[in-house]
Each structure stands twice: as structure tokens, then as C-alpha cells.
């Protein structure tokens, strides 16, 4: 299932799509010279956007959750690169710690941990999940659908190493974004077997540096397709100590939608696009669709009332919002029975997995789908995102799939270089 | 489709199934340590026969040519596999010389070759085609039934390079066995660059070392499981200054015949097999069904009329056959609708990517379905090898097909070992 693209902007996505095909063979070798410079996460996903007219990531997420909504029929590229990488990273492990977020009573949630569960076993890995719920005082059974149910373990901790009763990993896979910050229990570890690194958690990380990495990685990208890297690239600004309750920072959020609007509609013009510019304005830190607003002119950013600023203040785990990032918002002109879909890409190390719609019928093109409490229907890509038909035409099913890949890949390499630039020092 | 298995014999193969199962952890991790110490060969295709009560590979193919047999579903994990083989072996490589056999008038041959110039080419590599044909003295296209037609250049040397016109490969990747001895062109080449090496020819290459490689492996796997290597590992004999035509060597393969089908009553007794025991005396060289044929007494291989002793006598090019190596025969019991259904299991580096079942209606049992002229119908897996189920019975499908992908994988560990063995010295 491929969903219609809003035919208007058409021509200029295609020109993207068969850059992209016609310069296949420079663009994974660039990809491969970036792998031998920079380590890629263990694993992310993109969410990206397709306007019709240039295709983005806008969000990058380190602890991937909804592996559940891959297609079942390429979990294979899931377990031969988890293989890949075992092989490479850490030959002799055979003992892997998934330490997941606390939401177990989550379905969806838990069956995503099935699947990495399943796919690292299949991989040839005794797996065991350490919880970090302090409710968790032993081995706990959650029933998961359509899976045999999970056991859910108290962490140990022991020096430099965490592990369950009797069981030590070689390999820690954190499937927790730290929202709440480093758990005292994960802090000093012997970090050379922790994936993704801690600081890949939101206490440390940031949006506005991710996509600093990513003009970098944009710029390359497009000078190797000689193309306009804004095709691939939303502009963002960041505003740093913004306060919503006190009102704090209006200035700046003003300031920076108000030039962002213009320099949207400048390229707009550029290209004849018809559409209503608009920016996405969020916290700097943290995910699930929290703390996010639109804004088409500079007057949804001033004068919020209460309601407004209260959504704006908080974020996941009640993080208080200091530092937004303002995003070029991309359109999503991607339909699926009349609702809008949004692609979501999946990757294990350098390698894409596949990856799903995320689809909802209630919502706008304009209005950001990730939002909390929102209902999502995930619908699973049928191709995998690694197979262009180079016979077929720019825009044929394999190959939008295929730049969906490549794009997602790009910001997979922002991510590796983020993290190199966030490290703390040793 | 899983092909019916006779049911006589299902209680010992339900047991190394479980076995596998069960002990899929350990063995993944000494497949780690095997691929630490040894280079899988580039890519191999391993022929098995499941008698129902062990399973074990007869042949292993090291220019496999059945890619257009395998599961088009499955194609991602070629694509992935040969990705991360380049990212490894030769990450600033881009241009892949791809040398066929000279069956060019073979359509089935040539679908292989446009199914792997696709992998390679989803892979991100330029990838140019270089004939060995002498007829071939411009670049010729050459039409391949449901592909885009191929195009044959002549192979051009210059100093220790090969390559085609205006075209330096990277990587060289030999389809072509050569069984006709080692072209005068690919002699004294830069080999770091040739995969296979050459000395994986025919010229080089003896089935005789290839088991003897596989027994050391069979017997490490075997201690790993707990079990007899006799489950996975046919009985095999060498005999050297053979002369079919001169009726030389009759004693030393009478001697073997006897000997083996001794040896192999002797384990059907112990395991309680009512089957037939016979054993397969082929060309210790070469290919293709060749030069083969089926022994259940010593009868069998003493006095052979004229018609048989030609028959044994020359295998593919022309090659006389002076060593032949006398093997277990293992009973085929998957039947497909009826018809007897062989496995091959295919892999790219050290990675299971699928396989296909060669299926022949018209033989026995005990016969060797590869054999000249005859003509297989492909039934491609309908499963991965990599993606067992440890929740359903041992011999579901998904563990079945498992199974399989491990036995083939230890014969890619002696292939591995037999291509060290057998190096020119440096």
C-alpha cells in the first residue's frame, strides 16, 4: 500500500526521486564513507514528512517504540542486522539486557518489546529484560497480545556492571528515552556495553543539536546531488530560556516564527508552491508529541492564554520546558483513504529495517500527528525501503520507498555525529 | 510450502531439531567465534538431504547460480548482506566487475545473473559485466526472459588489474567455477580484489577437502549439541588414480564402496533405519551432476559396462576424472505433491538469505537430482532460514527452515577452512 501524494507539487518530488535513483551508486558510497567516520546509533527511528514537494525528517528518535508496527514479513533484515552488528561490536556476547520504558501497561508498548525480544533471540541472544519500575521487585509476568507474555526483572546492579539475578549481559539495549533523567541506577556503568549511549537520553540530548548535525549532513547530501538542500532540510531556530508560565522568552519564539515565516514564503515563492507556510514550535527535549504547537503567523506565539501555556510548559515525566526548537513545518500531502499519513522509518545500525504509516483520519495536513492520547493507525510498509527498480519510474512504490530510506539514513548520520558532539568527556 | 516428510523416521530429526532449537544461542555464538577466525567464502549455495532421520549437505557451491530461484520477498536480505559485506571488506569500493559463466544461451543461468546485478545494484554499486567468451569482443546485449537485457563487455588486463573498457572494478566477483581451468586473464591478478579467490575453481578445488573440512566442523557442532555428528554428517572416502577408461582404481573404490555401506548398516542398526543403504561415488572436480552415479552393493562399481564407465569417465569441460570421492548416499524423504524435493540453501558472506527446493518427479529416493540435461522445477522457500519460532514445535516450518540454514552454515564454516587449506602460498 502506497498512499496518494496531492498531485500539485508533484514535479518537484519527482525531481528529487530521480536525483536520488540516478546517483544511487554515489549516494551509498557516500554512506559507507560516513559509517567509516562516525559509529551509527544501535538503532533509531525517523519520522518524516512528504509536502509533494520536498521530503524531511522531523523528528529523531534514539529509543525507537513501534518496531510492533514493522512488517512481520522483513523481520528478517531485522534479526541479519542485529547479526551484523553483534558480529562487529561485540563477537563474543551472547547475554543482551533490554532495559525498557516503564509504560507496561501499554500493549502497544509491550508488544514492541516482544518483537525486539523475538528479533534479538532469533538473532542467537539469551535475552532478559531488567525493569526500572521500583514496583518491580521480582520476576514479573505481563501478559503481552499476541505474544507469550514477558518477564519483566528487577535490575542488579554490581561496581561497574548492571545485569538480573544471575545473568550478565555483554550487551545493555536501552529501550527508555530518560525522559525522566539518568535512573541513579544506570549512572558510572561501565558504558562500553550500554546502546544507545546514555546521553542519547533526553536528559542530555537535544532537538536544535540533532538538527545542527543535520544541515551539516543536509549540505553534503545535497551538494552530492546538486540539488537545493532544502528539499531535504526544514529550517529550525532554537530559543533557549523560554518559561510558558512566566511568560518568559515571548521575544525570541516572536522573532524567530516571524523570519522563519518569511524565509518559508521566500522559498515558496521560489518554487510557485501555493501552500500556507506554517512552523512547528517544541520543547527542545522530549518526545510523544508533547509540548508542540503550530503557528501560521507571529501571533499564535504571542499572548497565550492559560490553557495554551499550560500545554506548553510540560513535557513527558513533567520535564518543565526552558529551551523550544521552531521547525519549518513540512505539509503532509500523503493520503491514505482520504487520512493522512506520515512515515515513520526504522533502522538497526546502518541498515533500514522498513518502517509504517502513521495514520489519522481526524487530523489536518498541517497538525502534527504524534500528539498525546492521539489514536494512531499504524499501516505497515509493504516494501522495505532497500530495493530501487531501477527500470521503474522515479516516483514507482520501491522507489519513493527507497528515498524515504535514503532520507531517514541522513538523519541517522546526524544522530551518529550529535552524539559524538554531546558526549561527555572521558 | 513445506514439502511432506516420510514419517518413518521423524522421531530422530524431531530430535536435533530440538536440539537446534534449544541450543540456537550457543551455536550462534560459536558461529561469532568461527567467523572471528576464519572469512566466509563471498557467497555459497549448500545442497542438503533430509533422509528423515539426519540432515547434512552433499555439495556445496561456491559460484552459486540459482539467485533467480530464490524468493523474491526475500531479496532484501541479499541486498542488506552484500551491503554490509562491502562496508567490511571494501568500504571505499563502488565498481563491481561481475564474471559469468559462458552460458550465455542458458536463460535460466542468465536470470541469475540479472538477479545478482540487481542485489548488487540496490547494494549502490556500478556493476559491469566481463565475459570470458572469446566471441565476445564488443559489448554485446543479451536478452534474459522478465529482465532488462544484459550487457556482455570483453574482460580487459592491465599490468595485475582486470576490468572492462573504461572501467577499474573495485571488487571482482567470479559466477564462473571454472572448471576449464584458470583463465589466462585472471592469472597473477592483484587477488586481494578476487572473490572468490581463484583457487575456489574447479582446477583447484576437491569435494574430498571440502568434507574433510566439514568433518572437523560436523564434530565441534555435534559436541556443542550432544549429539552423534553422524545426524549431519555423511560418511565420505577419497580414491586418487582412478582411470574409468583404463578400468585403474576398481579396487581402491570396491575396497570404499564395501567398506562404507558396512559402516553405514552397522549406524541403521543402531538407530533402528530399515532404509536401503547405498552411497554416491562422484568426480572429486566439477559440477553439474556430472560424473556421478549410485552404488547399493560393491557390484555396483566393479566391471562397469563401456556406457558406464564413459558416462563416469569426463565430467563438465571435458575434465577427465582421476579422483572421485565415494559419500554416504542420504535418503530424500521430502516429498512435494508427490515428488521428491531437495533443499538448497544460499548465502551471501556469512549470512543465510534463503532457498529454494530443487524438485524432480521423475526420480527415486535415492538418486541424485542434479543431474545433466535434467530439468528441476524451482520451488522457492517460503521462509528466511534465520527466523525460528520458539514457541511452535521443533519441526514447524520457521524451525524446519532454521535447521537448514544452520547445517548449510557449517558447511560454509568448511568451506571457509578448505579455502585456508588449500591458499597458494605467498
Known sequence: MIPH????????????????????????HWFRGQWQKHTPPFYASVDLRNSGFKVAPVDTNLFPGGFNNLNPAFQGLCVQAVSSTIDRTCPNASNLLLIPENHTRNPFYM???????????QAGLNVRIGSLLPTITEPTKVEVP????????PLVRSGQRIGVKDFEPCLVVVNNDMSAGIPEILR????????????AGWTVRRKSNHFTAYDQVAAEFAKLLA?????????????????????????CLAANVGEMLDQIRAKYLEYGIKDDPFVVVKADVGTYGMGIMMA????????LNRKQRNKMAVVKEGLEVHDVIIQEGVHTHERIDGAVGEPVVYMIDRHVVGGFYRVHTGRGIDENLNAPGMHFVPIAFNDCCIQPDFSAK????ANRFYAYGIIARLALVAAALELEQTAPAT
Open 146 to 153: 499476541g505474544h507469550p507474555p514477558l518477564v519483566l526483572e
Open 227 to 251: 540539488i537545493d538542500p532544502w528539499l531535504v532540510n526544514p529550517y529550525h531556530a532554537h530559543c533557549g530560556q523560554v518559561s510558558f508560565h512566566e511568560r518568559a522568552g515571548e521575544e
Open 111 to 121: 508488544q514492541n518489546i516482544a518483537r525486539l525480544v523475538t528479533i534479538f533471540r
Open 296 to 303: 501560521k503567523s507571529v501571533d499564535d506565539v504571542v499572548g
Open 5 to 28: 501524494l496531492t498531485a500539485t507539487h508533484a514535479g518537484l518530488l519527482q525531481e528529487l526521486e530521480s536525483r536520488v535513483l540516478v546517483k544511487s551508486t554515489e549516494i551509498e
Open 188 to 199: 558510572g556503568l561501565d558504558d562500553s556495553i550500554v546502546v544507545p549511549p546514555l546521553h
Open 394 to 397: 522515479p516516483d514507482a512504490e
